[in-house]
């Protein structure tokens, strides 16, 4: 036998153990020996599409920071499926690497090989309708990573790749903003005329992401988001600085009418008033908008909602500015939220009963807090990464007026070159445009778009190339949409009810003011607690979007108090941390040791009673001489 023929008979059989042992190990519709994303066994091509399946990280974050936890899950929105393969991999040039890693919730759903470890894959075929992993983001440097899923319904049916069954994630980078816990000395503005923008406000607090403690789910709401475009001689609410009263309203239930007064008298102060509606379940994790403006002297943005349920938590912005050190508007941000401490009340649990602060405490983030409470949902003694309970989306709409007010700014008393006074003089000029031409009808027949409108300029001049020859701003039409005689709009979607008011008014022209319309207000809920106060809500719909100037709509969930029996919730004792070891009562021999903990909350109400609040051990330093 020839050193070629011997090679080649030990990769045959090489190959014959490998396909064997691939068979045998691996469980009907897993990835098999070689790293394999196709299932095991199939002889099918895969079906297209990706049949409701969904892959997603819980939370829906934007970005993910490196060496963080997230939560990937698999659903299927109908039906079941038997087994699957999810990878994590890092695009490069000649082959995909894999990114992060993944740690294994339930082994008898799930798993990895030794082999791929960067794969998981299910562990039997048993149906399934849903099932989760942690995955630990790559280090900093790795950029953007791929998640992708293979899904088996049958032996004949499997997706792969396709629709909501790949998901692609990238580094955070300098375009998020994070999280500013310390007052920020804000400067004065040089941007020029104003800007427009769109912000969105969208929930991230679901059980999946925040699990611990998370309240009972028809409990669980984030209240009308609330604030301004404003100046810096205003302001709604800053860490370190104790709440306003009404902040404090705000924080504790939800009740904006007082601050929505105070900003009514600072009017000089105030750009834009910015209010949303709230987000209910199931809709905890959906997204509401609006549209606000920023001026030189206006150009901060404060905004804050509470969650519900809860003591006197919160999150927002505060004054987020919005004018760049170069002089120009900011385009886009996003900025992740997480919940402070208004510092108005005790609680310490998303249920606790009320516990008002004699003396109101400074305005705190709560994952920067030290929690003893082993109760909180924010006890963390590990300092574990928190995920993000709400995110706010910034997008530039459009400028006006910027430059002429860039023309303006070149001023003589700047240091110049010989004849660059004269040149300035003449840069300075106003340029002859015609007028304004009429504003052009919605860019997009039926949803948002775009309205614009153009002037000539009427000289010929180089001084004159920033003169500004284009307008435009945003609208919303529903002239175009399909069937609108019979929808309305609900706060950005169509809803299929029959207007009456849309059959009386068929003639109405399209920039006409129209008013809100809203449903009726549904019955008041059971009360939120059993025990001690709680809260009642009820709450209404929009049936039709106000436009041009119509009357805007009135808030669409109340609260009031109740007191389901009288009877006050039992308040368990709380503890302090353990101070350190007293030294040895003796130098040698047999001595004791103590250390000892403060009682932070005694117990109430028939509540747990405190444990042992002092600790004594045997300690010896050697024998005695």
């Known amino acids: 036998m020839t050193t070629f023929q011997a090679r080649h008979a030990a990769v045959t059989v090489l190959l014959v153990l490998f396909s064997s042992l691939s068979v045998l190990s691996y469980p009907y519709g897993s990835p098999g020996y070689y790293c394999s994303r196709s299932p095991n066994g199939h002889q099918v091509p895969k079906t297209p599409g990706d049949n409701g399946f969904v892959l ?16 990937l899950f698999l659903t299927a929105a109908i039906g079941t499926f038997k087994g699957f393969v999810i990878s994590a991999l890092k695009p490069d040039i000649f082959r995909e690497q894999p990114a992060g890693t993944f740690e294994v919730f339930d082994h008898l759903l799930m ?36 998640f992708r899923a293979t899904v088996v ?52 607090w679901e059980r999946m992401s925040h699990p611990k403690e998370f309240p009972t789910a028809f409990l669980t709401r984030w209240s009308p988001v609330i604030g301004a475009s404003h100046s810096r001689n205003f302001t709604i609410w800053q860490y370190g600085e104790r709440a306003s ?21 600072h009017s000089s102060s105030i750009r834009s008033v910015i209010k949303m509606r709230g987000l209910l379940p199931p809709d905890l994790t959906g997204t509401i908008s609006a549209s606000f403006s920023v001026t030189q002297q206006h150009h901060l943005l404060s905004l804050l909602s509470e969650l519900v349920p809860s003591p006197d938590w919160c999150v927002g912005t505060n004054s987020y500015d919005l004018c760049t050190p170069n002089c120009d508007w900011v385009e886009s941000d996003t900025i992740s939220l997480f919940p402070w401490d208004a510092g108005t009340d005790g609680g310490v649990t998303y249920m606790s009963a009320n516990d008002p602060m004699s003396v109101k405490k400074p305005i705190q983030s709560i994952i920067s807090m030290v929690i003893n409470s082993t109760m909180s949902p924010f006890y963390n003694p590990a300092n574990d990464p928190v995920n993000p309970f709400a995110r706010i989306s910034l997008k530039r709409i459009s400028t006006t007026g910027s430059a002429s007010c860039r023309t303006q700014r070149i001023t003589a008393d700047e240091e110049a070159m010989p004849g660059e006074e004269a040149i300035r003089e003449d840069m300075m000029i106003e340029c002859e445009t015609s007028l304004w031409a009429d504003w052009s009808s919605c860019s997009t027949p039926c949803g948002d778009g775009t309205r614009t409108r153009e002037r000539l300029l009427l000289q010929s001049s180089p001084q004159c190339f920033q003169t500004e020859l284009r307008q435009s701003r945003s609208c919303h039409d529903i002239q175009g949409c399909v069937g609108v005689s019979d929808m309305i709009v609900v706060n950005g979607d169509y ?19 129209r008013d809100c319309l809203t449903s009726d207000w549904s019955v008041w809920s059971e009360c939120s607690r059993t025990c001690g106060r709680g809260q009642m809500l009820r709450t209404r719909t929009i049936k039709i979007e106000p436009l041009n100037g119509g009357v805007e709509c009135p808030d669409l969930l109340e609260t009031k108090r109740c007191q389901y029996t009288g009877i006050e919730c039992a308040v368990d004792c709380v503890l302090g941390p353990w101070d350190d070891w007293t030294s040895c009562s003796k130098s040698c021999g047999d001595g004791t040791q103590k250390r000892r903990r403060e009682r932070i909350t005694n117990a109430r109400f028939g509540g747990k009673a405190c444990d042992a609040r002092v600790e004594r051990r045997v300690c010896n330093l050697g024998e005695c001489v």
């Open 245 to 265: 009263e009404a902040v404090q309203r705000i924080a504790e239930w939800g009740d904006s009418r007082l601050l929505e007064s105070l900003m009514r008298s």
């Open 495 to 513: 809803d299929t009810m029959h207007s009456k008011e849309a059959d009386e008014e068929p003639t109405q022209s399209p920039d006409a003011p």
């Open 56 to 71: 997603g990280l819980a939370g829906s974050p934007a970005v993910y920071q490196p060496g963080r936890s997230y939560q």
């Open 111 to 146: 798993k990895t090989t030794d082999n791929c470890p960067y794969l998981i894959t299910h562990s039997s075929p048993s149906e399934k309708t849903e099932v989760s992993v942690h995955w630990t983001a790559p280090p900093a440097g790795t950029g953007c990573v791929t």
């Open 153 to 204: 319904e049958t032996k004949l049916i499997w997706y792969q790749d396709d629709g909501t069954l790949s998901l692609q994630i990238c580094e955070q980078r300098n375009s998020t903003t994070v999280p500013n816990f310390s007052p920020t000395a804000v400067k004065e503005c040089c941007a020029c005329g104003s800007a427009s923008y769109l912000v969105t406000f969208q929930g991230l």
